[in-house]
């Protein structure tokens, strides 16, 4: 089992280190570990990003787990040499286009969640964001305009990418509560009556999902104002990377985000995908041991339920953390003063005790 682990920028080489120890703890037979950079700091030591042999140690993996990239310091780089192309060019040269990204309540953390406790109680739902296309990866660019330079994005999404995005929303759906809601702005955007057209033709492979269609800025509304209403949010990359963010807030944290992005390449053990929290390098907090390592926790438990078939320890690491997450145990994101390494430690401790 070999593992590509990509700590990144900022706080990812924090939050990684932690992922680490529990995945050292679980003492895997035959795994091996190889460690590359991306990011702000594979720009500072190779001149790009994302380093073809970054790429390459991606392409050889069963899984890869990553941190995060993204440093101030580089943003004013033109934008094939900022950090945050390091992600998206994995992901699209990958093709990783099924982004999972699960967001639970935790028994005894609902007063640490943005909402009233009890509208935060009810929430456990799953976004299934498309992650190879949309505005993310259309042709973008400057241009003289009348009102001087002008930015364009283009934003598109064909029927193929929809289908095999929604294919995956029907089948997460399938496996829990069976209610599917398609979130578009088919108001408004092309892009979006053609993303609800062809939800509703792959709806008809599933009929014991119940579908239902909202716009997203209503779909942002209904998040606050009653988040247990949803099971599987399907959307396209960029709601759904706006609605992942609020998601974390109504939870208690984005530090407890894990997300998998998965494509279609087979391993021997699983589904090849590169797992990370849905957070970014946080370059407030960074270097200060501030850091929830949850997050990449339960993406290093997400990455060996799919793609090393590992459900049981992936189990063991989930119900650990939700141990920790529900004691005193607490960092400053959670109105805590634990550090990244002692929630760390706690972790470690719990998973020592849990079957
Ligand atoms: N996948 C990625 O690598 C990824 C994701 C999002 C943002 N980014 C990049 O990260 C940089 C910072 O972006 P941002 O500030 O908008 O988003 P961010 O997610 O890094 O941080 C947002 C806020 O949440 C806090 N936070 C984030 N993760 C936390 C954790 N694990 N524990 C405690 N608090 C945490 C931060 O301190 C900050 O206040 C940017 O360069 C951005 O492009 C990268
Ligand atoms: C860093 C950025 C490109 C990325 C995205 O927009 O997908 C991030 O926000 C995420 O959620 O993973
Ligand atoms: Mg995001």
């Given at each position: 089992?070999?593992?590509?682990i ?38 500072r ?21 990553f941190?995060?990239?993204?440093d ?7 934008r ?9 060019s ?46 993310y ?9 009348e ?18 995005i ?24 092309e ?18 999902v ?12 209904q ?5 247990g209403q ?12 706006i ?7 109504c939870v ?8 998998a ?19 970014g390098?946080?370059p ?30 992936a ?10 997450v ?30």
């Amino acid at each position: 089992m070999k593992i590509a682990i990509f700590p990144g920028d900022g706080i990812g080489p924090e939050v990684i280190a932690e992922a680490k120890r529990v995945l050292e703890a679980l003492s895997l037979p035959q795994l091996s570990l190889f460690e590359g950079d991306v990011g702000g700091i594979a720009y500072r030591r190779h001149g790009m990003p994302l380093p073809q042999e970054t790429l390459e140690m991606a392409r050889a993996a069963d899984a890869a787990l990553f941190g995060a990239v993204g440093d101030p310091a580089c943003d004013e780089l033109p934008r094939e040499h900022r950090p945050e192309q390091a992600i998206l060019s994995l992901r699209s040269e990958l093709g990783l286009f099924a982004n999972l990204r699960p967001a639970a309540g935790y028994p005894g953390l609902e007063d640490m969640s943005s909402l009233k406790p009890e509208v935060a109680r009810g929430i456990d739902l799953l976004v299934v964001r498309e992650l190879n296309g949309d505005v993310y990866f259309g042709e973008k660019g400057e241009r003289a305009g009348e009102g001087g330079r002008e930015g364009w994005d283009a934003m598109s999404y064909n029927e193929t990418e929809v289908r095999r995005i929604a294919h995956i929303g029907f089948q997460a759906a399938q496996k829990r509560r069976k209610r599917l809601t398609s979130v578009d702005k088919a108001n408004v955007l092309e892009t979006s009556r053609i993303w609800r057209e062809t939800v509703i033709e792959v709806a008809r492979e599933y009929p014991d999902v119940q579908l239902d269609h909202m716009y997203v800025d209503n779909a942002a509304m209904q998040m606050v104002r009653s988040p247990g209403q949803f099971d599987v949010i399907l959307t396209g990359n960029l709601f759904g990377d706006i609605l992942s963010d609020q998601a974390s807030a109504c939870v208690g944290s984005i530090g407890l985000l894990a997300s998998a992005s998965l494509g279609e390449r087979r391993t021997e053990f699983g589904t090849f995908g590169l797992y990370e929290p849905i957070h970014g390098s946080a370059p407030d907090i960074a270097g200060e041991g501030k850091a929830n390592p949850v997050a990449a926790i339960l993406s290093l438990a997400m990455l060996l339920r799919h793609s090393l078939g590992r459900e049981s320890d992936a189990g063991r690491i989930e119900r650990a953390v939700a141990q920790v997450v529900a004691s005193d145990v607490r960092g400053a994101d959670l109105g805590g003063t634990a550090s990244t390494g002692e929630i760390g430690d706690a972790v470690l401790g719990a998973l020592a005790a849990v079957s």
